[in-house]
């Protein structure tokens, strides 16, 4: 399961998607999280995930490396689907026990999970076709503004940026000493939930201590080659918009503003 998350990691390649402009990939992003929160009829979602697979086939990602990526979120879905379809009111479905199941949270529990696996995806495709440099320019210039109030921007994306950069690295430590201490008897599957967590205690340990040393060991890298922030830093490609960018703006703009509306599209149909 850890080496099937996908969030963080960069898949290098030549496509279009790869080469338009880090800042609208940021907009992209910001306008998909918010249509996905205004959607509120399945058919809605046919759209967006036609829009999602059709980047990954226009970036060439592997399908296979993007879906696997949602086994990180696996427990979440199912505890979305659980809590739906016991607590939701409505039109009774069956009866379990104490447990009542109803229409009403049947469909939410479908619609909420859907929810949460295109965003995991939608998100997941700025990591995977965006380097963590330019990707750090991207988020520096988005947050410019704020310097004005003494906002430390370049801080803060680089801050961010090497989080997510960090992330595929401290999974692949994470397995590597799970399998070491798996070879020396460590059990971290059987038992209860207890019993569980106590085992995760020779795992948890080294890791922490390994990414306090790959913390340090970066602070020294970064000082020894003079790193003092963004004052006075230039960049050798710098970020411009060309014909593609703006086309593309275009596109997304008006295809996620639809989405939006669809929203009170809906709201006007079930009034009626």
């Not at 993007?66 to 039109?91: D, H, S």
């Not at 948890?204 to 201590?209: D, I, N």
């Amino acid at each position: 399961m850890i080496k099937n998350i996908s969030i963080g990691r960069f898949f290098p390649g030549e496509s279009l998607i790869h080469k338009l402009d880090p800042r609208l990939k940021l907009y992209f992003i910001f306008l998909f999280i918010l249509s996905i929160f205004f959607i509120k009829s399945f058919l809605v979602f046919i759209p967006i995930t036609i829009l999602i697979f059709s980047i990954m086939k226009i970036a060439k990602l592997p399908f296979l490396m993007v879906l696997k990526g949602l086994k990180g979120i696996f427990y979440i879905v199912i505890a979305t689907v659980i809590l739906n379809l016991v607590l939701t009111p409505g039109e009774v479905l069956f009866r379990f026990w104490i447990i009542t199941v109803t229409v009403e949270g049947l469909k939410l529990s479908i619609f909420m999970s859907v929810r949460i696996i295109l965003l995991v995806i939608g998100t997941s495709l700025l990591t995977l076709t965006t380097s963590p440099i330019v990707l750090t320019d991207a988020l520096e210039y988005v947050m410019k503004p704020l310097e004005k109030i003494k906002f430390p921007s370049h801080s803060v994306a680089m801050m961010m940026t090497i989080a997510l950069r960090f992330i595929p690295t401290i999974l692949e430590e994470m397995d590597k000493i799970m399998k070491a201490q798996t070879s020396r008897g460590a059990d971290f599957e059987s038992g209860n939930i207890i019993e569980r967590a106590k085992g995760l205690i020779p795992l948890l340990v080294p890791l922490f201590v390994n990414a306090l040393k790959r913390a340090d060991e970066l602070a020294i890298a970064m000082e020894a080659r003079c790193y003092r922030g963004g004052n006075g830093r230039t960049r050798m490609n710098v970020l411009k918009y060309n014909k593609k960018d703006y086309i593309a703006m275009i596109f997304i703009t008006i295809f996620f503003a639809l989405v939006i509306a669809s929203r009170y599209f809906v709201n006007i149909l079930l009034l009626n």
